[in-house]
């Protein structure tokens, strides 16, 4: 496996109360709404671990200037939130109008960044939202 993997995940209609949102941005070919480097995937592989109920789990992630949210919900009486504030990320570029929100499977997202993870050895990801047909783009 090449060092600087490219890998899209996409976007997941189960969640429940996720929408598809079209971002102007994206449709005209312009700049992301998001691009960050995070020099540490352990430290958010950790955090999303700790919220990965099952196998199967679902998630919304929410983007802002302030940073990302994502927000996991067991059987509709049971809800956990990380917080990944801007701080964290070596850049966070930040352009879109609102607060787009999208669906995502957490354990694919959490097994796809414990691949490029190992602990003591820095791991540079970038992450972009959206891609050409609206994923979530990592950049090991």
């Known amino acids: 496996i090449s060092p600087r993997c490219a890998s899209t995940l996409p976007r997941s209609r189960r969640a429940t109360g ?6 102007p941005a994206a449709e005209a070919g312009e700049a992301p709404d998001l691009v960050c ?3 540490s995937v ?13 196998r199967h789990q ?21 809800q956990a939130k990380v917080y990944l504030k801007r701080e964290l ?22 097994d796809c960044l414990n691949t490029f993870s190992s602990p003591g050895h820095a791991s540079v990801i970038e992450i972009r939202y959206p891609g050409p047909d609206m994923q979530l783009i990592l950049k090991f």
Do not use: N
């Open 89 to 110: 990320f070596v850049t966070y570029e930040y352009k879109a109008e609102g607060r787009p929100r999208f669906g995502l499977s957490l354990g694919l997202f959490v």
């Open 42 to 54: 352990q430290g958010m592989v950790d955090a999303l671990s700790s919220v990965r109920w099952k």
């Open 18 to 23: 996720v929408r598809e949102m079209s971002s």
């Open 58 to 78: 679902d998630a919304v992630v929410e983007l802002s200037e302030h940073g990302i949210v994502l927000i996991v919900e067991e059987t509709g009486c049971l």
């Open 37 to 39: 480097q995070l020099d």
